[in-house]
């Protein structure tokens, strides 16, 4: 490296390093705080943006539950740092262990605290398929997450669940509480939700987005998800932990997901059926009032339509 090179690395380092240190600080820091749902189930409910250090990439929904046996931890956080954060959140509700730790999905901030809550004895749980979906994206989850936690990665492992369950609809118990376990495929391939009966309360993964409009990505399925959505419709929970926003009813997550699962296959892939062009339908559906006040929906919208509209166009 020439020294004009390495003067020019060293500054765009430098300035690099300001914009992390400017953004860290105008965003207030967020701690997970838990918040009772039910008898014995908490949720800690996590910011809507997009990861950061501010928040640790803990912008997403968690959620335990204290049974006579232990602490059922419902998702991990997205490193060893976060996890340790969660830990601290359950703590603050109970001096019970956690004894396991259950991963609804495969993103990132789903799991990467596992290795975590292994090394302290706790069981580490997960569907086959999610775990599927874990292993081919783990290296790349790592890199990404680096660029927004940046040295809050330091000690984190990929660590897949320790026991695995094969099937896609599971009923487990612990310590007298039983909850069922059900695949969606909704956001990622694997994605799972998980519905306690005794206490009325679904933990719904990425299936159920409240307060903002919900991702349809790549690996995304919309049908999947609106089946999905049908499964939690017919278990009615009184309580709805969404994947990300407030801990809400099943009123306001047919709304703002159920809903808009419907108006993207009844709209958008109807669209791709009649063989209408792309943009002609994006432009068509470009502003439903029902989802248009939801946060991140101008960021969002169209590119969920255009997937919908590629995922109708080859298979109708
Ligand atoms: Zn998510």
């Given at each position: 490296?020439?020294?004009?090179?390495?003067?020019?690395?060293?500054?765009?380092?430098?300035?690099?390093?300001?914009?992390?240190?400017?953004?860290?600080?105008?965003?207030?820091?967020?701690?997970?705080?838990?918040?009772?749902?039910?008898?014995?189930?908490?949720?800690?409910?996590?910011?809507?943006?997009?990861?950061?250090?501010?928040?640790?990439?803990?912008?997403?929904?968690?959620?335990?539950?204290?049974?006579?046996?232990?602490?059922?931890?419902?998702?991990?956080?997205?490193?060893?740092?976060?996890?340790?954060?969660?830990?601290?959140?359950?703590?603050?509700?109970?001096?019970?262990?956690?004894?396991?730790?259950?991963?609804?999905?495969?993103?990132?901030?789903?799991?990467?605290?596992?290795?975590?809550?292994?090394?302290?004895?706790?069981?580490?749980?997960?569907?086959?398929?999610?775990?599927?979906?874990?292993?081919?994206?783990?290296?790349?989850?790592?890199?990404?997450?680096?660029?927004?936690?940046?040295?809050?990665?330091?000690?984190?492992?990929?660590?897949?669940?320790?026991?695995?369950?094969?099937?896609?609809?599971?009923?487990?118990?612990?310590?007298?509480?039983?909850?069922?376990?059900?695949?969606?495929?909704?956001h990622?391939?694997?994605?799972?939700?998980?519905?306690?009966?005794?206490?009325?309360?679904?933990?719904?993964?990425d299936?159920v987005y409240?307060?903002r409009l919900l991702g349809v990505?790549?690996?995304?399925?919309?049908?999947?998800?609106?089946?999905?959505?049908?499964?939690?419709?017919?278990?009615?929970?009184?309580?709805?932990?969404?994947?990300h926003?407030?801990?809400?009813?099943?009123?306001?997550?047919?709304?703002e997901t159920?809903?808009y699962?419907?108006?993207?296959?009844?709209?958008?892939?109807?669209?791709?059926?009649?063989?209408?062009?792309?943009?002609?339908?994006?432009?068509?559906?470009?502003?439903?009032?029902?989802?248009?006040?939801?946060?991140?929906?101008?960021?969002l919208?169209?590119?969920n339509?255009?997937?919908?509209?590629?995922?109708?166009?080859?298979?109708?």
């Open positions: 490296m020439t020294f004009f090179l390495r003067r020019r690395w060293m500054l765009s380092s430098l300035l690099a390093g300001f914009t992390t240190l400017a953004s860290a600080q105008s965003e207030a820091l967020y701690l997970p705080k838990a918040q009772q749902v039910a008898d014995k189930v908490y949720a800690i409910v996590g910011p809507l943006g997009q990861r950061s250090e501010a928040n640790a990439g803990l912008n997403a929904n968690y959620g335990f539950i204290v049974t006579d046996k232990g602490v059922i931890l419902i998702d991990s956080g997205a490193s060893a740092h976060s996890a340790a954060l969660l830990q601290k959140a359950v703590q603050g509700v109970t001096p019970q262990p956690i004894r396991w730790v259950l991963n609804t999905g495969s993103q990132d901030h789903r799991w990467l605290g596992n290795d975590f809550f292994a090394k302290q004895g706790a069981e580490v749980h997960a569907l086959a398929a999610t775990v599927k979906t874990q292993k081919a994206a783990a290296e790349q989850q790592m890199t990404g997450l680096a660029r927004f936690v940046g040295a809050q990665l330091k000690g984190t492992q990929p660590r897949q669940a320790t026991v695995v369950h094969p099937g896609t609809d599971v009923t487990l118990t612990l310590g007298g509480t039983t909850l069922r376990w059900l695949d969606t495929s909704a990622y391939p694997g994605d799972t939700l998980i519905h306690l009966p005794q206490a009325s309360v679904a933990l719904t993964g299936l409240v307060d990505l790549p690996q995304s399925n919309v049908r999947k998800a609106a089946q999905g959505f049908e499964r939690l419709q017919a278990l009615a929970p009184k309580y709805v932990v969404p994947g926003g407030r801990v809400t009813d099943m009123a306001q997550a047919q709304k159920g809903d699962y419907a108006y993207l296959i009844n709209n958008v892939g109807a669209a791709a059926r009649n063989m209408d062009t792309l943009s002609e339908t994006l432009d068509k559906f470009a502003s439903p009032a029902p989802f248009k006040h939801l946060q991140n929906f101008e960021e919208h169209r590119a339509m255009s997937r919908v509209f590629v995922d109708f166009e080859s298979n109708p």
